[in-house]
């Protein structure tokens, strides 16, 4: 790779797109877009090349330096990240720049868009191995970035706060039957849930990632970029930049109650830490417990907020255990058809034969959005799951109680999944099941299954 390359992408191509007009103003055709030569990768040392300093974990966002990804032109040379911004989204954002639909030198107006809710700034936020895997400062770019926008550097938040009112008829329900009571204030007289919601997208440092997992960095790089078809040759030709952007799913925080709350150590503090199921969770589907945990731990947050304290969902964008619907409908399949029937001896050999892990959540990255928020101590964990709690007790969080599912809100056919999860290690109140608890905890047949 020259020098001449490089700075022959900086300056880009198309007049048209060089004129900063709205999409609607400008026709783009894709054969227009791109006529410089393809700039494959970039190296330290390359001409043009000068990345904003970027010191994970400083003390303060102006030392820190912001996260810029952006191959923009004005950006293109100062990229201190690798990857792309929006997460998996990034790749829609390509697909509506191919076909014409947004201009790539598109900058957002972020007028009006700031959080409603202050969070921080806590001490976590300037260690560097405390948070990892998202970028503490991603909420507050335009305040404390806005020379770097002012200068045209294409600086993006991936932290967005917001609020709003939740009704779900689960939460209907539990008014109607006594579980639950309105207050006015964190639950209105209609029922509705007052909620404030914070998105974040993933912005993984890379030697604290590596870290994390007792890892060298050099193989997470390599690994980064051989699993993903190679698609970031950087990670390959740009040790010197730390900061990698995944194309993957980000989490959702739902807080209920004063968000003020979380940090304080004198409020109390119910949080479930959950990963999406999106069969059970949106659909009902009642093969697994992940909607009835869900509500139920909503129920517990509104609960606690009503009483003094704060409740806190944690919602990530893992779907099935990270292996995702394919692979997860494809073990159904397999659970539901294998000899004996599906029983809980066989579910996590089930996922193993298909996916050759049980699980690819790998918990060592969730306690970061718990550091960011602030959380020193969780008085009620709604969560069985073993995993999960070694994770954020080893981060350094006290957890006082850990609060399972009531068995009465379990479905059925999930009986599988509990038993095999506390033959496994998950936590119960109850009694460890037997090989034969384990032979005998039986799903139903796909005859039981109306079409
Ligand atoms: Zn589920």
Redesign the pocket.
């Known amino acids: 790779m020259t020098s001449s390359e490089a700075s022959t992408q900086s300056t880009a191509a198309d007049p048209a797109v060089e004129s900063h007009k709205s999409p609607k103003e400008e026709e783009f055709s894709p054969q227009q877009l791109y006529t410089s030569r393809v700039v494959l990768t970039t190296y330290p040392s390359q001409l043009g090349i000068d990345p904003i300093p970027l010191t994970w974990g400083a003390a303060t966002p102006a030392e820190r330096g912001p996260v810029v990804v952006s191959r923009q032109q004005d950006s293109f040379g100062k990229r201190n990240a690798i990857g792309a911004g929006g997460g998996s989204y990034c790749i829609y954002r390509a697909l509506a720049v191919a076909i014409g639909a947004l201009s790539p030198t598109h900058r957002p107006d972020f007028g009006l868009t700031e959080p409603t809710h202050i969070i921080g700034p806590f001490p976590a936020w300037s260690d560097p191995e405390k948070i990892v895997s998202m970028d503490p400062w991603g909420h507050a770019t335009v305040e404390h970035y806005h020379e770097h926008l002012e200068k045209g550097i294409d600086v993006r938040p991936t932290i967005a706060i917001t609020q709003a009112h939740m009704k779900l008829a689960e939460i209907d329900d539990a008014i109607a039957k006594g579980i639950l009571h309105c207050d006015g204030d964190i639950i209105t007289k209609g029922g509705e849930l007052k909620v404030v919601k914070v998105a974040s997208e993933p912005v993984w440092h890379l030697p604290g990632v590596a870290k994390r997992f007792g890892i060298g960095e050099s193989t997470l790089r390599r690994a980064l970029f051989e699993d993903t078809g190679g698609m970031y040759p950087e990670l390959i030709t740009r040790p010197d930049l730390k900061v990698f952007l995944p194309p993957i799913g980000g989490l959702t925080v739902y807080i209920f109650g004063d968000p003020a709350h979380i940090s304080d150590p004198t409020k109390r503090l119910t949080m479930r830490v959950h990963d999406e199921?999106n069969?059970?969770?949106v659909f009902g589907?009642d093969?697994?417990?992940?909607?009835p945990y869900l509500i139920y731990s909503i129920e517990e947050c509104a609960r606690e907020a009503q009483n003094g304290g704060v409740g806190v969902v944690v919602y990530f964008r893992k779907e099935?255990r990270a292996l995702g619907e394919v692979t997860k409908y494809l073990v159904y399949n397999a659970r539901k058809r294998q000899e004996g029937g599906d029983t809980a001896a066989n579910y996590f050999k089930r996922t193993e034969f298909v996916a050759g892990v049980k699980d690819m959540r790998f918990q060592a990255l969730m306690p970061d959005i718990l550091h960011w928020l602030g959380v020193s101590r969780i008085d009620r964990f709604i969560s069985m799951s073993n995993m999960k709690y070694e994770a954020i007790v080893e981060s350094g969080i006290e957890i006082i109680e850990r609060v399972s599912i009531p068995e009465e809100r379990m479905p059925a056919d999930?009986k599988v999944?509990i038993e095999a999860k506390i033959a496994d290690g998950y936590f119960t109140t109850g009694a460890m099941p037997t090989a034969d608890t384990l032979e005998a905890v039986k799903g139903r047949n796909w005859d039981e299954i109306a079409h």
């Open positions: 199921c069969g059970s969770d589907s093969i697994c417990t992940c909607k099935g999930s999944e």
